[in-house]
């Protein structure tokens, strides 16, 4: 089969990931409205634990350790403020029930996750069938919990269930797009600042959107079931690290 048909297979079904969400649409609205605080919590964890265990240490990896990397961290991190500010002011303008702005920043950044990853898949096809197939099975690994996440944080900025998962698949399909343009410009384009820009972009809204919200609920119970998702994301993400 031709390497540019491998990426595309390896596109579609990475983006199919994403679908992963849907599996909550079995589950009664009451059930469910106990599941989306689950799922926010094991998001912080699971965006946090990428940014640490993957893309900071391959950002090390690709520009090497100097201030270069933290340069492109920062970045990330006030590109993601400024535009929740945007949002936050164009949120104020909108009628009572619209989306929250952390829904947008979500899109966004697994939007550009989604890309970079797509870019570092079709980059190793490129140089050996095998080595993009191994190199997809790890980036997949995280990419479940990680979707599911994404999903609980979209219906709790206010989507429904069908729209989240729609627009969850739609950021998704960057992968493909990042695939592809790795084929074609193969040796041609320096990606790496890419990822420290992305580990920004996840710092950012687990630690000022999503780990706020696990401080909130009263209830003893509720604090140590978000806790333990959120640690079960970081441990996830730290497992795949270990696999790879």
């Not at 912080?44 to 993957?54: D, I, K, N, S, Y």
């Amino acid at each position: 089969m031709p390497t540019l048909t491998w990426i595309i297979v390896a596109g579609l079904a990475m983006s199919a990931l994403a679908l992963s969400g849907g599996l909550t649409l079995v589950l009664p609205q009451r059930q469910f409205a106990r599941v989306v605080p689950l799922l926010v919590a094991l998001a912080a964890g699971t965006l946090v634990g990428g940014a640490l265990f993957h893309l900071l240490p391959e950002s090390v990896e690709a520009l090497g350790n100097g201030l270069e990397v933290y340069v492109w961290l920062a970045a990330g991190l006030l590109f993601f403020l400024i535009l929740e500010q945007y949002l936050h002011w164009h949120h104020c303008h909108r009628p009572v029930g619209a989306h929250r702005p952390v829904g947008y920043l979500i899109l966004v950044a697994d939007g550009l996750h989604n890309f970079v990853g797509g870019l570092a898949v079709g980059s190793a096809f490129v140089v050996d069938v095998r080595l993009g197939i191994v190199t997809w099975v790890v980036a997949a690994a995280h990419e479940v919990p990680q979707e599911l996440g994404d999903f609980g944080i979209l219906v709790h900025s206010g989507w429904d269930r069908l729209s989240a998962l729609g627009y969850n698949v739609a950021s998704a399909q960057t992968f493909l797009v990042g695939a592809v343009l790795a084929y074609l410009v193969s040796g041609r384009i320096d990606v790496a600042p890419l990822l420290p820009f992305a580990a920004g972009n996840f710092i950012y809204i687990a630690l000022a959107d999503l780990v706020p919200e696990l401080t909130t609920p009263p209830a003893a119970h509720r604090k140590i079931a978000d806790t333990a998702a959120f640690a079960a994301g970081l441990l996830l993400l730290l497992a795949v690290t270990a696999i790879a």
